[in-house]
């Protein structure tokens, strides 16, 4: 557990127990509706799984205020890379209840992955967000660099 001081609001940085499926799956779901996404339910069942599973590919964190209300998450994976030695953090989702933006949630769900992939030896942390995600991009812009790179995608 990580005790965030930097914040406006109290909140803690924990990692997901079992007992935390249904908040998570409402939040996956309220992130879903951010990003105008339809995935079948068994996607967000199977990311749970996944992520909770010890030897799971999918890691996380969870944010939870002073009530233990889970207001924010984030998850990420690690993958090699034939750029360096050391692998990369993809920190794959990041989403906070709209009532908490601006208050150091988001913030301090990227600093927890920071923190772990520093940890496991990463050499990079990354991820990706929507150009209309204008308020997440203020905070990007302070926490990371912007690349120049242009994402492709090909659906099979």
């Known amino acids: 557990m990580i005790a965030v001081e930097d914040t406006d609001?109290?909140?803690k940085i924990q990692n997901f127990t079992a007992a935390?499926?249904?908040?998570w799956l409402a939040l996956w779901e309220a992130y879903l509706v951010f990003y105008k996404a339809t995935l079948p339910?068994?996607?967000?069942?199977?990311?749970?799984?996944?992520?909770?599973?010890?030897?799971?590919?999918i890691l996380g964190f969870k944010?939870?205020?002073?009530?233990?209300?889970?207001?924010?998450?984030?998850?990420?994976?690690?993958?090699?890379?034939?750029?360096?030695?050391?692998p990369r953090c993809y920190l794959h989702d990041l989403f906070t209840l709209?009532?908490?933006?601006?208050?150091?949630?988001?913030?301090?769900?990227?600093?927890?992955?920071y923190d772990a992939a520093r940890a496991d030896g990463a050499g990079a942390v990354y991820w990706l967000t929507q150009?209309?995600?204008?308020?997440?991009?203020?905070?990007?812009?302070?926490v990371a660099d912007r690349t120049p790179f242009i994402k492709y995608s090909h659906t099979l």
């Not at 339910?41 to 590919?57: A, L």
């Not at 150009?131 to 302070?142: A, T, V």
């Open 9 to 11: 609001m109290s909140i």
């Open 20 to 23: 935390d499926r249904d908040d």
């Open 41 to 57: 339910p068994e996607v967000g069942h199977q990311t749970w799984d996944r992520m909770i599973d010890p030897d799971g590919d």
């Open 63 to 86: 944010a939870v205020d002073q009530d233990n209300k889970m207001v924010g998450m984030v998850t990420y994976l690690y993958h090699g890379t034939t750029w360096s030695a050391e």
């Open 98 to 113: 709209p009532e908490t933006r601006g208050k150091g949630v988001g913030r301090a769900l990227i600093n927890a992955v």
């Open 131 to 142: 150009e209309f995600n204008y308020q997440g991009r203020i905070l990007y812009d302070k």
